[in-house]
T-cell receptor, first 111, second 114 residues
Framework: TQLLEQSPQFLSIQEGENLTVYCNSS?????LQWYRQEPGEGPVLLVT?????EVKKLKRLTFQFGDARKDSSLHITAAQPGDTGLYLC???????????FGTGTKLQVIP | DADVTQTPRNRITKTGKRIMLECSQT?????MYWYRQDPGLGLRLIYY???????NKGEISDGYSVSRQAQAKFSLSLESAIPNQTALYFC?????????????FGSGTRLTVV
């Protein structure tokens, strides 16, 4: 079983601060996805990155796929309370036939 | 209506009881999945189905079974529930090859086995 390690596990910050969440593996992925999960709900897809070195931006969120396609990061600028949730990365192998989810980073943004 | 609907949302059951969790989808996706979520362990795949006649075990299928009754329906059964099956269960769907659309998840079933 491939493992995707996310760090940190927990993060509590003040509104307006910046933060970065990391997703690391020893495996090479054909693509990597980031999801956000709010309490009582299922994960919702934020972005998919497919090319090594790719950077995608979604408003205040910046996603980067590592050059070797083994790792990814999520950077949030000027965090808002609405960013609170569990962030999950998911790596796809073999043409999307197999997807492995990371362990998750629980983010709390305090007003 | 939600794209992926799971029932029930919450369930408390006793050890040894058989329980079924149901999932239906309106996405028109061929692929359906059952995941289990535990704190610190992320989402782990229980079973998946790529079409009505295709059922595959995931990484933690022991103690579970599934039925794909139709393209839109995929149910998960715990034949004899045990306390360590207490968890949050998610059904998900995806299009062929998943592509860039990722998974669409239901809202989950919180199962407690006492």
């Amino acid at each position: 079983t491939q493992l995707l390690e996310q760090s940190p596990q927990f993060l509590s910050i003040q509104e307006g601060e910046n933060l970065t969440v990391y997703c690391n593996s020893s495996s090479v992925f054909s693509s990597l996805q980031w999801y956000r999960q709010e309490p009582g709900e299922g994960p919702v897809l934020l972005v998919t990155v497919v090319t090594g070195g790719e950077v995608k931006k979604l408003k205040r969120l910046t996603f980067q796929f590592g050059d070797a396609r083994k790792d990814s990061s999520l950077h949030i600028t000027a965090a808002q309370p609405g960013d609170t949730g569990l962030y999950l990365c998911a790596g796809a192998e073999g043409g999307y036939q197999k997807v492995t989810f990371g362990t998750g980073t629980k983010l709390q943004v305090i007003p | 209506d939600a794209d992926v609907t799971q029932t029930p949302r919450n369930r408390i059951t006793k050890t040894g009881k058989r329980i079924m969790l149901e999932c239906s989808q309106t996405k028109g996706h061929d692929r359906m999945y059952w995941y289990r979520q535990d704190p610190g362990l992320g989402l782990r795949l229980i079973y998946y189905s790529f079409d009505v006649k295709d059922i595959n075990k995931g990484e933690i299928s022991d103690g579970y079974s599934v039925s794909r009754q139709a393209q839109a329906k995929f149910s998960l059964s715990l034949e004899s529930a045990i306390p360590n099956q207490t968890a949050l269960y998610f059904c998900a769907t995806s299009s062929l090859g998943q592509g860039r659309d990722g998974y669409t998840f239901g809202s989950g079933t919180r199962l407690t086995v006492v």
